[in-house]
């Protein structure tokens, strides 16, 4: 394991990131080369201690299959939770009125 850190991370707008990410899947270079190369640019800092990122390859989403795939209530491709009733035992001796009988 490294003793020092030497990737760091920043914040972007989302309209940002979406044509980065954009722009990096047609012209297969990674995010963080492009962000560095930019930034060197910006700043006047040679490149000579220039590391390149590899390049994630990913597969082409079409239309049709993320529709197929992805759950109607779920965008994030996580599993539904699970209701609390099967999480839950049910109180079996609950007096008059007491709040934690109800339910909802």
């Not at 954009?22 to 006047?44: I, K, P, Y």
């Not at 390859?57 to 099967?86: D, H, L, N």
């Given at each position: ?12 707008r ?42 994630v ?48």
């Open positions: 394991m490294a003793t020092k850190q030497t990737r760091r991370s920043i914040s972007v989302g309209e940002t990131y979406d044509s980065l990410r954009q722009f990096c899947a047609t012209s297969s270079r990674s995010m963080s080369d492009v962000v560095e190369e930019q930034l060197a640019r910006v700043l006047n800092t040679s490149g000579s201690s220039k590391t390149v990122a590899p390049h390859a990913r597969k082409p989403v079409s239309a049709s299959s993320e529709k197929q795939s992805a759950p109607s209530t779920q965008s994030t491709g996580r599993p539904a939770p699970t209701p609390a009733i099967a999480v839950i035992r049910t109180r079996t001796n609950v007096r008059k009125n007491d709040y934690r009988s109800i339910k909802f």
